[in-house]
């Protein structure tokens, strides 16, 4: 199957502070990725599709300003939580989709675990 | 609207014994369903997908789905369970329109024990 990756795997930092995570397509051209969030013992929630050149797309009640999104290219997607709080400490999944019509399928990254201190 | 059940919060096999991760799934139209499987702090990986064709779908692992239009199910089945499948089963949907997006359900933990 196709590859991605994040980055960081996991990071903690400061209540305030901004934090940037990166998900990339190794080997296929990702035009849409989409970011998840996921609480302990939970479902993946979706939080953002995120189009390659265009603005992101979030989820009723998502805040757009508080978790920017950027898609820069077809491989890479970021997420950045601005003045992270501590009840944004979770993981942060994303994937990206292969084109291919009804074939397309979503591949996850790792995860990021971010921990607000 | 879409969407998918996973009735089991937990599925505990022994070794060697088959296992059935239930899925049921509502959608208008012909579905797309997928499963996926978490290992802790990890993403999740792919393991098999139902599109069109045969009903009984082989994936990664061993695994394999049977799709049950007249029951709406998709349960993800293995002949012979291994302690190392103990993990977070996702079964999902493909919603139609805008991006093509997954609907996931709460997700089975199955333990093997030993």
């Known amino acids: 199957g196709a590859v991605v990756s994040q980055h960081p795997s996991r990071v903690i930092c400061k209540s305030g502070t901004s934090v940037k995570i990166e998900c990339r397509s190794l080997d296929f051209q990702a035009t849409t990725m989409f970011w998840y969030r996921q609480f302990p013992k939970q479902s993946l929630m979706l939080m953002a599709t995120?189009?390659?050149?265009?603005?992101?797309?979030?989820e009723q009640g998502v805040e757009k300003d508080k978790f920017l999104i950027n898609h820069a290219s077809l491989t890479l997607s970021t997420l950045t939580v601005t003045s992270a709080h501590p009840e944004d400490s979770s993981f942060y999944i994303c994937s990206g989709k292969t084109s291919g019509g009804h074939q397309e399928t979503q591949y996850f990254g790792p995860g990021t675990r971010l921990l607000v201190l | 609207a879409q969407s998918v059940a996973q009735p089991e919060d937990q599925v505990n096999v022994a070794e060697g014994n088959p296992l059935t991760v239930k899925c049921t799934y509502s959608?208008?139209?012909?579905?797309?369903l997928f499963w996926y499987v978490q290992y802790p702090n990890r993403g999740l990986q792919f393991l098999l997908k139902?599109?069109?064709?045969?009903?009984l779908v082989k994936g990664s692992y061993g695994f394999e789905a049977e799709f049950n239009k007249s029951q709406t199910s998709f349960h993800l089945k293995k002949p012979s369970a291994l302690v190392s499948d103990s993990a977070l089963y996702f079964c999902a949907v493909r919603s139609f329109g805008g991006y093509n997006k997954l609907i996931f359900g709460a997700g089975t933990r199955l333990a093997v024990h030993p």
């Open positions: 959608v208008s139209g012909n579905p797309y």
């Open positions: 995120s189009n390659e050149g265009s603005k992101a797309t979030y």
């Open positions: 139902y599109i069109t064709g045969d009903n």
